[in-house]
């Protein structure tokens, strides 16, 4: 390496690709054995269908339906106590 001198553009680049390739190098090495996750095990048990049922996610009195088009409001809990 050069010290106090300007380096070209070149040799950036070229300084770059070899500290990238030494830094790949040094991890895949250095890391050893991959191991499973165990979620990614329990998860091949589970039926496509079930994946997709979040009970979590479940809303029911959501306000965008009043965007809807077709969205007529139902009655208000006053309105159901002044039927009496």
């Avoid at 010290?3 to 070149?10: A, G, T, V, Y």
């Avoid at 090495?29 to 079930?50: H, Q, S």
Wanted: charge should be negative; aromatic fraction near 8%; proline fraction near 5%.
């Amino acid at each position: 390496m050069k010290l106090l001198q300007i380096l070209d553009d070149h040799q950036i680049v070229l300084q770059a690709v070899l500290s990238l390739f030494a830094v790949m190098w040094g991890v895949l090495n250095v890391a050893g054995n991959l191991r499973e996750i165990p979620a990614a095990a329990e998860l091949n048990n589970i039926k496509w269908e079930t994946q997709r049922n979040l009970p979590s996610f479940y809303i029911f009195n959501h306000r965008g339906r009043a965007l809807a088009c077709n969205y007529v409001p139902s009655p208000s809990k006053s309105d159901l106590d002044n039927l009496e």
